[in-house]
């Protein structure tokens, strides 16, 4: 039988309506592209203007279905873009700016976007790319008439004066939640980035997963400061949970560096802080160089690459914040695992508190997992059997945009990574599938290794390689940046490396680099180094 409940679908403009019935002075602070000053506005105003940018498309001539990009970094005016895209039925499709110009070109064509809102700073990029993007038909500078750049692109569009004359009132329509909303693509480590598309209801769902305590812990006396950017993987969902509980966001802008993050948690007082971990080593060594803490902080997501030990404990000793340690992915909206505090773990020592932390936590409702070995048997939840981490979930992807089916016949997706899950349902990553070290029948975690590594006083950064070895197959190679001013030898390194673990991880050679290649989202480039280093071990 079915029962007889309405069936209203969940759509992301339901999502800013209650926001604006709902908590309508709910602040969204921003730090401005154009000159680094503060913008405020609310809620409820950036809502009137999301209506007004809603009437701008439809008079343009968007279609339902439309893919329009984004280049942009997390400001007011973004928000509003996600909203009235999302709202009318078209795509909003984010683009990250730091991928190489070979892959935005492939991405605008792949997804066929016909517009795209661009920040000040990134118009050269389209510039770049003149005459190679086939589908455009108009770019909007995301400024103000005063602010429009000198530019050899011909019919630049003012964002200010493209919604300026439009109405603050707007209808949403009202879509099938399974409706495409928004569209990111992979940063693509091996060949070219993959789409993946999606719908207003995982995207309410996945915004409502992210609230309670054992997940994000937002609630409406949080003040947000988001440094995760809004064209990686929606921000992780932030822009969306804000609008259900109306806690304050606080946007930075195109400035991530420790400084102007210092200048927004002094004077925007945030509770929780989300960032991969390179953007909070800037900030700790930032505060570390002028001795400060700070206070208004409870905690701080970290995601996107594992957190290291190092960084756990200065968060906590230094300026009493909790590190929560979260996993996720392009392709699971992203969120599937969050390792949030609660009463046993607080009531441990630090140091076994610590070990804890550094697993990736639990999942969180909506999102199945389990591990299975090379044969597709599962495995057990030990903590200590690892194996392919599967999941499963309604905000997890089943084919890539445009392309064929990924998701297993019984409905579970490989998530490429290995991990081990315990049995208290806390996952940690072993390593990505192939960035696994395979010596003599063993595996060694290039992750593990490299956290270990960056813990030595004098490494700012640090990449760990299989590579190929006569007898052991493959042996990790230890590639090292080290703090400015700081120095230490191979020698050095591989002493403080030696108590903490077993004898055959240890690197056999320690290599000091000027930098190491990043991917867009951050992520150390391994596939270069490996081949850079290939017969490193075979001379
Ligand atoms: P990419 O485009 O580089 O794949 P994603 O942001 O989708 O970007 O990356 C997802 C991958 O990042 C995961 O499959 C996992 O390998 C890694 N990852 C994410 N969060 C963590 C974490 N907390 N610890 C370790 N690895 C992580």
Redesign the pocket.
């Known amino acids: 039988m079915l029962a007889p409940m309405m069936k209203t679908p969940l759509l992301i403009s339901s999502l800013l309506e209650f926001g604006v019935v709902s908590h309508p002075d709910a602040e969204i602070v921003s730090r401005k592209v154009e000159d680094g000053s503060i913008h405020r506005t609310t809620q409820g105003e950036a809502a009137k203007r999301a209506k007004q940018l809603a009437n701008a498309l439809l008079n343009w001539g968007v279609k339902p279905g439309d893919r329009i990009a984004t280049l942009a970094w997390n400001t007011w005016r973004h928000y509003e873009a996600y909203y009235a895209t999302t709202g009318i039925g078209t795509v909003c499709h984010t683009i990250n700016p730091r991928l190489f110009p070979e892959q935005l070109e492939y991405i605008f064509n792949h997804a066929e976007d016909r517009m795209v809102f661009v920040d000040l700073n990134l118009v050269p990029l389209l510039e770049n790319l003149e005459g190679k993007l086939p589908h455009l038909q108009a770019i909007v500078v995301m400024t103000d008439s005063d602010n429009m750049p000198d530019s050899k692109l011909q019919n630049l569009i003012c964002y200010e004066d493209f919604i300026a004359a439009h109405s603050t009132e707007f209808e949403w329509p009202r879509l099938d939640e399974d409706t495409d909303c928004s569209l990111c693509?992979?940063?693509?480590?091996t060949g070219n980035?993959k789409g993946v598309m999606y719908t207003h209801r995982s995207t309410v769902l996945h915004a409502i997963a992210s609230l309670p305590q054992q997940a994000l812990n937002i609630s409406q006396d949080s003040v947000i400061l988001p440094v995760v950017p809004m064209f990686?993987?929606n921000c992780w969902g932030i822009p969306y949970a804000v609008t259900i509980t109306g806690a304050k966001l606080v946007f930075p802008g195109a400035a991530m560096d420790g400084k102007s993050l210092w200048e927004l948690i002094v004077s925007e007082k945030p509770t929780l802080l989300a960032g991969v971990p390179t953007v909070w080593l800037g900030l700790l060594n930032y505060l570390d160089s002028i001795n400060e803490t700070m206070e208004s902080v409870d905690s701080v997501v970290?995601?996107?690459?594992?957190?290291p030990l190092s960084m756990i404990k200065a968060f906590d000793e230094k300026h009493g914040a909790f590190l929560l340690?979260?996993?996720?992915?392009?392709?699971m909206s992203?969120i599937g695992t969050i390792n949030a505090p609660n009463k046993q773990l607080n009531a441990l020592p630090a140091s076994e508190r610590y070990e804890i932390q550094r697993k990736?936590g639990k999942p969180v409702f909506g999102v199945e997992m389990k591990i299975i070995d090379d044969d597709g048997n599962e495995l057990p939840r030990d903590g200590k059997a690892y194996g392919r981490l599967m999941v499963r979930g309604p905000w997890i992807v089943n084919a890539y945009y445009k392309s064929d089916k990924v998701a297993t016949e019984d409905g579970w997706f490989d998530?490429?990574?290995v991990a081990n899950i315990d049995p208290d349902n806390y996952m940690q990553?072993v390593d990505?599938s192939k960035d696994v070290i395979k010596s003599g029948g063993e595996w060694i975690s290039s992750?593990d290794l490299e956290n270990v590594a960056v813990g030595h006083p004098a490494v700012a950064e640090a990449c760990v390689i299989g590579i190929p070895h006569e007898k052991w197959q493959e042996r990790p190679l230890l590639l090292v940046i080290l703090k400015e001013g700081a120095s230490a030898t191979r020698e050095d390194i591989l002493e403080f490396l030696e108590p903490q673990l077993a004898k055959f991880w240890l690197p056999d050679d320690v290599v000091f680099r000027d930098e190491l290649p990043h991917?867009a989202?951050g992520?150390l480039l391994k596939v270069p180094m490996r081949e850079e280093y290939a017969s490193h071990y075979l001379k």
């Open positions: 693509y992979t940063s693509g480590t980035p990686h993987v970290v995601g996107g690459s594992a957190a340690h979260a996993w996720g992915m392009t392709e992203p990736q998530t490429g990574d990553i990505r992750i991917t989202t992520k």
